[in-house]
């Protein structure tokens, strides 16, 4: 399971380009033997049984990451742009002594009494060295040990098995039809969920080429499309909204796409409408979580809804439920519990934590609100923590968030909950406007009310910023927001 692919295509095809990134493009058989020298040294290196890496996007993160799992080993993919708080708990957490990194990054990792293996004392083409004999996981070993973003706690270890991740690329491959031909832009850090299933797993699973960006620029992504004619466009909502702000872009340099899918948060309809009047091309959304290998939907060419985050992978099963944990009629709002074999193994070293996610029956408990509709198509309202109670009222900030960017002044829009004492909570809108646009507050109540908000959806503040605070991976920090609205109420 998973690095048997690799190995394959190095002897079927051993001169076909595999990766290309900034160093240069690599063959089959050179990743394969990077991933072979790397996993013959971790074997010799470490007794521990989890390696870290902190690592960019780009041929050394693939080859150490089949390398760690040729080693017998699980991997532990690093979020370099994490405090070092966050950073220090995982190493220790995660109980690795090994990490895989480059000179650039070596410094998040000082004062530590980790072993250092530099990825650039090793030689770029290795000589073609026959692999160790394979490791036989089973299907429930640990293959990836992937932190969460850490956004409203410190980071949690999601415990991914071969059969977790085996089985989401199979499903995603299916689902979306993905073939050989296609070729990847990998924009997204591998060291996320959506990145390393999406734009390492599959295409080395397919032998399809992927072209690796260890930085997201919009003018780099444009050019690597025109250049290398990506089929494969993934990404996060921010990354598409910067490509819509190119002035040299066209219709024209997405010729060679088959499909683009956002992931991560939702795609704001002012982008999913924007971007296809422009080049032609829809943005299709997928859903998924760490805890979920992470594809467990997906909207794909030959079946797709505006709105919604698409199907279910085949093997993927859901219920929507009300507080009391039972299901709720079709097309109503509840929780999204999802079930299958993708689903994490478990938290690490967090039994409880376990247990309150993960239901007797193998459901998973997302937190996250959501509807299906009579085709099967499921709809992400929320997330169940992030819901105001509004004088009785529940509030979706998606919801308002929506109508606030349908607005012609306002660029981006987040809405939190703050304690009131006469509503129980009251909500508050952060804006971002365009550039040389400006909003007042009167106005936006006056356009939320002609566009169908009900009055107590309407934000009681308004909070305009220059920009959104985020995660590395694009998702706004509802949780900083929350706390300076916190403050509008003292």
């Not at 098995?161 to 050989?180: H, W």
């Not at 089929?231 to 499909?259: N, Q, R, T």
């Not at 290998?293 to 439920?321: C, D, E, F, M, Y």
């Not at 987040?414 to 007042?440: I, L, M, N």
């Amino acid at each position: 399971m998973l690095f048997e692919h690799l190995f394959a295509h190095a002897r079927s095809r051993p001169q076909e380009i595999a990766i290309t990134d900034e160093s240069g493009q690599y063959t089959y058989q050179q990743v394969a033997a990077m991933a072979t020298g790397l996993g013959i040294y971790l074997a010799q290196q470490t007794q521990a049984p989890h390696v870290g890496l902190l690592l960019p996007a780009g041929v050394g993160f693939v080859a150490a990451f089949y390398g760690t799992l040729l080693a017998g080993k699980a991997v532990v993919p690093i979020n370099f742009l994490l405090g070092d708080r966050e950073v220090a708990h995982v190493i220790k957490n995660s109980e690795i002594d090994t990490v895989v990194t480059i000179p650039q990054l070596a410094g998040r990792l000082q004062n530590t009494p980790l072993k250092v293996v530099d990825l650039t004392q090793l030689p770029k083409t290795p000589p073609a060295l026959a692999p160790p004999p394979f490791p036989s996981p089973k299907a429930d070993d640990l293959a990836v040990l992937m932190y969460t973003s850490g956004t409203s706690a410190l980071p949690k270890g999601v415990m991914l098995t071969y059969g977790n991740l085996q089985s989401d690329v199979d499903a995603a491959i299916e689902l979306a039809q993905l073939e050989k031909r296609h070729v990847f832009l990998g924009v997204i850090p591998l060291f996320h969920a959506f990145g390393m299933t999406a734009m390492m797993l599959a295409p080395i699973q397919l032998a399809a080429p992927c072209i690796y960006m260890a930085r997201f620029s919009a003018v780099g992504a444009m050019e690597n499309v025109r250049k290398h004619k990506v089929s494969i466009l993934l990404g996060v909502p921010s990354m598409f909204a910067a490509l819509l702000h190119l002035k040299s872009a066209s219709a024209e340099d997405f010729a060679s796409i088959y499909v683009i899918i956002s992931g991560g948060e939702p795609l704001p309809s002012n982008v999913r409408e924007a971007f296809p009047a422009r080049y032609g091309v829809p943005v299709l959304e997928g859903y998924g979580l760490t805890e979920t290998s992470p594809v467990i939907a997906l909207n794909v060419p030959q079946s797709s809804r505006a709105g919604s985050v698409g199907k279910l992978v085949p093997g993927a099963t859901l219920k929507i439920t009300d507080e009391q944990g039972h299901i709720v009629p079709e097309g109503e709002s509840g929780e999204v519990w999802l079930k299958g074999p993708m689903i994490m193994k478990g938290y690490y070293k967090l039994p409880d934590e376990s247990a309150t996610a993960l239901t007797g029956d193998g459901y998973f408990k997302t937190g996250d609100l959501g509807r299906m509709d009579a085709d099967g198509f499921l709809y992400i309202t929320g997330r169940k923590k992030d819901l105001i109670i509004c004088a009785g009222e529940k509030v979706t900030p998606r919801e308002v968030e929506e109508v606030l960017m349908q607005h012609p002044a306002i660029a981006e829009a987040a809405v939190v909950g703050r304690k009131d004492d006469s509503r129980g909570e009251a909500v508050v809108a952060f804006v971002v406007t365009k550039p040389g646009q400006t909003a007042r507050p009167d106005e936006v109540r006056i356009f939320c009310r002609e566009h169908g908000l009900a009055h107590f959806k309407i934000p009681r503040d308004f909070v305009f910023v220059e920009d959104l605070p985020r995660s590395p991976t694009g998702k706004v920090l509802k949780r900083q927001l929350a706390e300076k609205a916190r403050a509008l109420g003292t």
